[in-house]
């Protein structure tokens, strides 16, 4: 089984400079849920050790980068084949003066209908405010 959540957002400014957020990897816990928490490169490859905060608790996993295009994509896995296998991640498009932010997770194997359960029906909801304060922290760079 699959499942899949994901969310949207424009922001007024390039892609690079959501880009730029993203390499600020010990910034990341002033606008996601999701942070790494060891030194850790952003480059395909990568071996991130992530403070997961949700349901008002701490958990960690240990996570591979899968794609990490400047500009335009970062994405990481981790979870155990064919159990249940986590891609979670990034995707940039240009959209005129702006950029179109894709925040996204997929859940594949023989767990995945048991997500939402574990997670909490508004799990989903946590993509789009993730963007919100995402793009926040994209507008207050400029400033």
Same mark, same amino acid.
């Given at each position: ?63 591979? @980068?899968? +794609? ?11 979870? #155990? *084949?064919? &159990? /249940?296998?986590?891609? %979670? ?10 950029? @179109?932010? +894709? ?11 048991? #997500? *939402?359960? &574990? /997670?909490?029906?508004? %799990? ?10 995402? @793009? ?8």
């Amino acid at each position: 089984m699959t499942l899949r959540f994901w969310a949207e957002i424009r922001v007024d400014a390039t892609c690079d400079a959501v880009w730029a957020v993203f390499a600020d990897l010990p910034g990341w816990s002033g606008w996601n849920t999701v942070s790494p928490v060891t030194p850790a490169a952003l480059e395909v490859g990568a071996r991130w050790t992530l403070a997961l905060h949700a349901r008002g608790a701490e958990r960690r996993a240990r996570v591979r @980068v899968v +794609t990490c295009e400047a500009g335009r994509a970062l994405a990481w896995r981790g979870g #155990v *084949p064919w &159990v /249940l296998d986590v891609v %979670h991640g990034f995707t940039l498009r240009p959209d005129g003066d702006g950029c @179109v932010i +894709t925040h996204h997770e997929t859940f594949v194997g023989l767990l995945a209908p048991l #997500v *939402p359960r &574990v /997670l909490g029906p508004r %799990h989903g909801d946590m993509y789009g405010a993730v963007n919100a304060r995402l @793009v926040e922290v994209v507008v207050s760079r400029r400033s």
